[in-house]
Antibody, heavy 119, light 113 residues
Protein backbone atom coordinates (compact mmCIF):
# COMPACT_ATOMS: atom_id res chain seq x y z
CA UNK A 1 0.00 0.00 0.00
CA UNK A 2 1.43 3.30 -1.12
CA UNK A 3 1.58 5.77 1.76
CA UNK A 4 2.85 9.31 2.04
CA UNK A 5 2.77 10.53 5.64
CA UNK A 6 3.47 14.18 6.31
CA UNK A 7 4.59 15.99 9.43
CA UNK A 8 2.14 17.89 11.59
CA UNK A 9 0.57 21.31 11.72
CA UNK A 10 2.89 24.31 11.88
CA UNK A 11 2.31 27.83 13.14
CA UNK A 12 5.01 30.30 12.10
CA UNK A 13 5.77 33.98 12.47
CA UNK A 14 6.22 36.14 9.39
CA UNK A 15 9.80 36.16 8.14
CA UNK A 16 10.62 32.71 9.48
CA UNK A 17 10.94 29.36 7.68
CA UNK A 18 9.04 26.09 7.74
CA UNK A 19 10.22 22.60 6.88
CA UNK A 20 7.66 19.88 6.14
CA UNK A 21 8.50 16.21 5.78
CA UNK A 22 6.87 13.50 3.68
CA UNK A 23 7.71 9.90 4.57
CA UNK A 24 7.05 7.35 1.84
CA UNK A 25 6.33 3.66 2.16
CA UNK A 26 4.88 0.83 0.14
CA UNK A 27 6.88 1.49 -3.02
CA UNK A 28 10.44 1.89 -4.25
CA UNK A 29 11.15 5.48 -3.23
CA UNK A 30 13.83 6.19 -5.81
CA UNK A 31 11.68 5.18 -8.78
CA UNK A 32 9.34 8.15 -8.43
CA UNK A 33 9.55 11.91 -8.17
CA UNK A 34 7.94 13.68 -5.22
CA UNK A 35 6.14 16.95 -5.82
CA UNK A 36 4.88 19.63 -3.46
CA UNK A 37 1.51 21.27 -4.06
CA UNK A 38 -0.16 23.81 -1.84
CA UNK A 39 -3.74 24.98 -1.41
CA UNK A 40 -4.63 28.24 0.27
CA UNK A 41 -7.98 28.28 2.09
CA UNK A 42 -10.83 28.07 -0.41
CA UNK A 43 -8.43 28.22 -3.34
CA UNK A 44 -7.23 25.92 -6.07
CA UNK A 45 -4.12 23.77 -6.08
CA UNK A 46 -0.74 25.35 -6.77
CA UNK A 47 2.30 23.34 -7.86
CA UNK A 48 5.51 24.37 -6.12
CA UNK A 49 8.20 22.02 -7.36
CA UNK A 50 9.54 18.50 -7.43
CA UNK A 51 12.54 16.36 -6.65
CA UNK A 52 13.77 13.36 -8.56
CA UNK A 53 14.43 11.06 -5.64
CA UNK A 54 16.93 8.93 -7.57
CA UNK A 55 19.51 11.69 -7.99
CA UNK A 56 18.21 14.69 -6.05
CA UNK A 57 17.60 16.89 -9.09
CA UNK A 58 14.99 19.54 -8.41
CA UNK A 59 12.75 21.86 -10.39
CA UNK A 60 10.88 24.73 -8.83
CA UNK A 61 8.07 26.97 -9.90
CA UNK A 62 9.53 30.37 -10.71
CA UNK A 63 7.10 31.84 -8.17
CA UNK A 64 8.96 30.14 -5.31
CA UNK A 65 12.37 29.79 -6.85
CA UNK A 66 14.27 31.95 -4.38
CA UNK A 67 12.45 30.78 -1.22
CA UNK A 68 11.90 27.06 -1.77
CA UNK A 69 14.21 24.12 -1.18
CA UNK A 70 13.17 20.52 -1.72
CA UNK A 71 15.45 17.75 -0.50
CA UNK A 72 15.26 14.04 0.16
CA UNK A 73 16.86 11.39 2.34
CA UNK A 74 16.79 8.11 0.47
CA UNK A 75 17.80 6.08 3.52
CA UNK A 76 14.74 7.44 5.34
CA UNK A 77 12.54 7.40 2.21
CA UNK A 78 11.55 10.94 3.10
CA UNK A 79 11.23 14.13 1.11
CA UNK A 80 11.36 17.61 2.61
CA UNK A 81 10.00 20.99 1.61
CA UNK A 82 11.47 24.13 3.18
CA UNK A 83 9.93 27.51 2.50
CA UNK A 84 11.68 30.65 3.75
CA UNK A 85 10.70 34.26 4.40
CA UNK A 86 7.13 33.32 5.18
CA UNK A 87 4.27 35.80 4.87
CA UNK A 88 0.58 35.50 5.62
CA UNK A 89 0.05 34.60 1.96
CA UNK A 90 1.89 31.34 2.59
CA UNK A 91 -0.86 30.18 4.93
CA UNK A 92 -2.09 27.01 3.22
CA UNK A 93 -2.35 23.25 3.27
CA UNK A 94 0.83 21.78 1.85
CA UNK A 95 0.71 18.39 0.14
CA UNK A 96 3.38 16.07 -1.09
CA UNK A 97 2.41 13.88 -4.02
CA UNK A 98 3.96 11.08 -6.01
CA UNK A 99 3.93 11.26 -9.74
CA UNK A 100 3.60 8.37 -12.11
CA UNK A 101 6.92 7.27 -13.52
CA UNK A 102 7.86 9.76 -16.26
CA UNK A 103 4.51 11.54 -16.17
CA UNK A 104 3.66 14.43 -13.93
CA UNK A 105 0.21 13.56 -12.75
CA UNK A 106 -0.20 12.55 -9.14
CA UNK A 107 -1.42 9.10 -8.23
CA UNK A 108 -0.80 9.30 -4.48
CA UNK A 109 -0.96 12.22 -2.06
CA UNK A 110 0.05 12.86 1.50
CA UNK A 111 -2.61 13.81 4.00
CA UNK A 112 -1.53 17.44 3.98
CA UNK A 113 0.24 19.72 6.46
CA UNK A 114 -1.44 22.94 7.51
CA UNK A 115 0.98 25.84 7.76
CA UNK A 116 -0.37 29.00 9.36
CA UNK A 117 1.67 32.19 9.20
CA UNK A 118 0.57 34.74 11.75
CA UNK A 119 2.12 37.35 13.96
CA UNK B 1 2.24 29.56 -17.96
CA UNK B 2 -0.59 27.34 -19.21
CA UNK B 3 -3.88 28.70 -17.88
CA UNK B 4 -6.55 26.12 -17.15
CA UNK B 5 -10.13 27.40 -17.06
CA UNK B 6 -12.97 25.24 -15.82
CA UNK B 7 -16.68 25.73 -16.33
CA UNK B 8 -19.00 25.99 -14.62
CA UNK B 9 -17.65 27.03 -11.22
CA UNK B 10 -20.41 24.99 -9.61
CA UNK B 11 -23.34 22.83 -10.62
CA UNK B 12 -26.19 21.04 -8.90
CA UNK B 13 -27.36 17.76 -10.37
CA UNK B 14 -30.10 15.39 -9.29
CA UNK B 15 -29.15 11.95 -8.05
CA UNK B 16 -28.88 9.56 -10.97
CA UNK B 17 -28.44 12.32 -13.51
CA UNK B 18 -25.31 13.35 -15.45
CA UNK B 19 -22.81 16.04 -14.51
CA UNK B 20 -20.48 17.49 -17.15
CA UNK B 21 -17.47 19.64 -16.29
CA UNK B 22 -15.43 21.48 -18.90
CA UNK B 23 -11.75 22.36 -18.82
CA UNK B 24 -10.05 24.60 -21.35
CA UNK B 25 -6.31 25.04 -21.67
CA UNK B 26 -4.70 28.22 -22.97
CA UNK B 27 -2.41 26.06 -25.15
CA UNK B 28 -2.63 22.62 -26.61
CA UNK B 29 -1.98 19.67 -24.33
CA UNK B 30 -1.65 17.24 -27.24
CA UNK B 31 1.92 16.08 -27.72
CA UNK B 32 2.29 15.21 -31.39
CA UNK B 33 5.06 12.66 -30.91
CA UNK B 34 2.93 10.24 -28.89
CA UNK B 35 -0.56 11.64 -29.64
CA UNK B 36 -1.30 11.89 -25.94
CA UNK B 37 -3.12 14.66 -24.12
CA UNK B 38 -1.33 15.66 -20.91
CA UNK B 39 -4.45 16.27 -18.85
CA UNK B 40 -5.58 14.77 -15.53
CA UNK B 41 -8.72 15.09 -13.40
CA UNK B 42 -8.92 14.96 -9.61
CA UNK B 43 -11.71 14.78 -7.07
CA UNK B 44 -11.33 16.51 -3.70
CA UNK B 45 -13.72 16.03 -0.81
CA UNK B 46 -13.70 18.34 2.23
CA UNK B 47 -10.75 17.77 4.52
CA UNK B 48 -9.10 15.31 2.14
CA UNK B 49 -6.27 15.50 -0.37
CA UNK B 50 -7.15 15.29 -4.05
CA UNK B 51 -7.73 11.87 -5.57
CA UNK B 52 -6.68 11.00 -9.11
CA UNK B 53 -9.62 10.04 -11.33
CA UNK B 54 -8.44 10.33 -14.93
CA UNK B 55 -5.08 10.75 -16.68
CA UNK B 56 -4.05 11.07 -20.32
CA UNK B 57 -7.40 12.87 -20.62
CA UNK B 58 -9.42 9.64 -20.78
CA UNK B 59 -7.69 6.82 -18.88
CA UNK B 60 -9.49 5.94 -15.68
CA UNK B 61 -7.32 5.33 -12.63
CA UNK B 62 -7.56 1.85 -11.13
CA UNK B 63 -10.50 1.57 -8.73
CA UNK B 64 -12.35 4.61 -10.05
CA UNK B 65 -16.00 3.80 -10.88
CA UNK B 66 -16.81 3.64 -14.56
CA UNK B 67 -19.45 6.36 -14.18
CA UNK B 68 -16.47 8.76 -14.37
CA UNK B 69 -15.19 9.37 -17.87
CA UNK B 70 -12.89 11.88 -19.51
CA UNK B 71 -12.83 13.16 -23.06
CA UNK B 72 -11.54 15.85 -25.34
CA UNK B 73 -8.28 16.71 -27.05
CA UNK B 74 -5.99 19.64 -27.71
CA UNK B 75 -7.32 22.49 -25.61
CA UNK B 76 -10.85 21.38 -24.68
CA UNK B 77 -11.67 18.60 -22.27
CA UNK B 78 -14.61 17.23 -20.31
CA UNK B 79 -15.19 15.15 -17.22
CA UNK B 80 -18.52 13.38 -17.23
CA UNK B 81 -20.13 11.77 -14.21
CA UNK B 82 -23.07 9.63 -15.22
CA UNK B 83 -25.67 8.45 -12.74
CA UNK B 84 -24.48 10.86 -10.03
CA UNK B 85 -24.24 9.38 -6.55
CA UNK B 86 -24.31 11.18 -3.20
CA UNK B 87 -20.65 10.31 -2.62
CA UNK B 88 -19.68 12.22 -5.78
CA UNK B 89 -20.29 15.56 -4.05
CA UNK B 90 -16.86 17.17 -4.23
CA UNK B 91 -14.73 19.73 -6.02
CA UNK B 92 -13.20 18.55 -9.27
CA UNK B 93 -9.95 19.90 -10.71
CA UNK B 94 -8.26 19.48 -14.05
CA UNK B 95 -4.46 19.64 -14.27
CA UNK B 96 -2.11 19.96 -17.21
CA UNK B 97 1.21 18.15 -17.07
CA UNK B 98 2.41 19.06 -20.55
CA UNK B 99 4.94 21.50 -19.13
CA UNK B 100 6.10 23.18 -15.98
CA UNK B 101 4.85 24.96 -14.04
CA UNK B 102 2.19 22.31 -13.70
CA UNK B 103 -1.12 24.11 -13.39
CA UNK B 104 -4.64 23.35 -12.22
CA UNK B 105 -8.06 24.68 -13.05
CA UNK B 106 -9.89 26.73 -10.45
CA UNK B 107 -12.15 23.82 -9.57
CA UNK B 108 -15.81 22.94 -10.11
CA UNK B 109 -18.02 22.21 -7.14
CA UNK B 110 -20.59 19.47 -7.71
CA UNK B 111 -23.63 19.35 -5.43
CA UNK B 112 -26.88 17.43 -5.29
CA UNK B 113 -29.99 19.23 -6.51
Amino acid sequence: QVLLVQSGTEVKKPGTSVKVSCEASGFTFTRYSIHWVRQAPGQTLEWMGWIKTANGDTKYSQKFHDRLTITRDTSATTAYMELKSLTSEDTAMYYCARDDVNSYYFDSWGQGTLVTVSS
Amino acid sequence: DFVMTQSPDSLAVSLGETATINCKSSQTLLYNTNKRNYLAWYQQKPGQPPKLLIYWASTRESGVPDRFSGGGSGTDFTLTITSLQAEDVAIYYCQQYYTTPLTFGQGTKVEIK
